[in-house]
């Protein structure tokens, strides 16, 4: 198995690359007593085990214990499943979910942001998370699935649960990972209600919005059901939002830290992308993935 955790959580982001480093120069492949898996640390070796999911299942449910309201919840997620599943699941969510939808967001991210920074224009200082990095992330893929305006308070209130707590981060045995789950589950039952009645209204009456395009997408005269549309919206909120957030922070302390580079990017906007890959390279959102 990669591990989840293949280093200590409480390490400072900046300090993870120099770690990763020296646990690298060990080896490419170590075994991790404390947490019974083995650590695959190069491109090389993890490229290899991702390539191969006849040996390496992303399918680790049966690691988790079972829980009623989660199994709408993960029924879309294409990420913790293994072939044919899941290029069946990633096909036709990509034909909704295209460059062309991401980039046709633009001028509105741009308008959420400003909005978002004239609310403390008048403050000395402020948390950029709390400001703008988390709320964010929760505005625009609500948006981007249709979810009207009045609504969007909804989305903020599942995450703030869903996150506010790192209950599942931080269940050492089964059972506690079992009562956190439990403690969440009337959360994500209440989300798993709300997008199904609100994806059987869509069906009725579509729109032009990520939900509708998803509803529409078609492979081999295949769609996605219902439970599977929960699910990759319960992926976006979950995957897409924190690691946005996350993202924002990291690239904000990465041009403090380095404000040479924040004036070349001021002076050439058009490098602005490279940087930000450059950003998920040193310090990625989630930089480490499980299989089994």
């Not at 019974?36 to 090389?44: F, K, M």
């Not at 439990?182 to 994806?199: G, K, Q």
């Not at 439970?227 to 979950?238: C, D, K, R, S």
């Amino acid at each position: 198995m990669i591990s989840r955790q293949p280093t200590d959580g409480r390490l400072l982001l900046e300090e993870l690359p120099d770690r990763w480093r020296g646990l690298r120069e060990a080896g490419p492949v170590r075994h991790d007593e404390a947490q019974g898996v083995w650590q695959v640390l190069d491109h090389e070796h993890v490229a290899a085990v991702l390539a191969d999911p006849a040996t390496y299942s992303s399918d680790l449910s049966a690691l988790s214990p079972t829980q009623p309201d989660f199994e709408t919840f993960t029924q879309g997620n294409f990420v913790g499943m293994d072939p044919p599943e899941h290029r069946k699941l990633r096909t036709l969510v990509s034909q909704a979910f295209t460059p062309r939808v991401v980039q046709g967001l633009e001028p509105r991210i741009e308008a959420v942001c400003a909005r978002l920074l004239d609310e403390v224009a008048d403050q000395d200082r402020f948390d950029l998370v709390d400001t703008l990095a988390y709320p964010l992330p929760i505005i625009v893929i609500a948006e981007l699935l249709g979810i009207p305006a009045e609504e969007h308070r909804l989305f903020q209130e599942w995450a703030s649960v869903l996150f506010g707590g790192d209950q599942l981060g931080e269940a050492p045995d089964m059972a506690d990972l079992e009562r956190a789950l439990e403690a969440i589950a009337p959360t994500v039952r209440e989300m798993n209600s709300y997008m199904l009645d609100y994806i059987r209204a869509r069906r009725a009456a579509p729109g032009d919005d990520l939900t509708s395009r998803l509803i529409a997408a078609e492979v081999d005269g295949v769609r996605l059901r219902d439970q599977e549309m929960v699910g990759f919206v319960a992926l976006l909120l979950v995957a897409g939002h924190i690691t946005t957030t996350a993202l924002l922070g990291n690239a904000v302390v990465t041009f403090d830290r380095y404000p040479e580079t924040a004036a070349a990017l001021r002076a050439d906007p058009l490098r602005i992308p490279t940087a930000v890959e450059e950003v998920l390279r040193w310090l990625p959102p989630s930089p480490n993935w499980a299989a089994g």
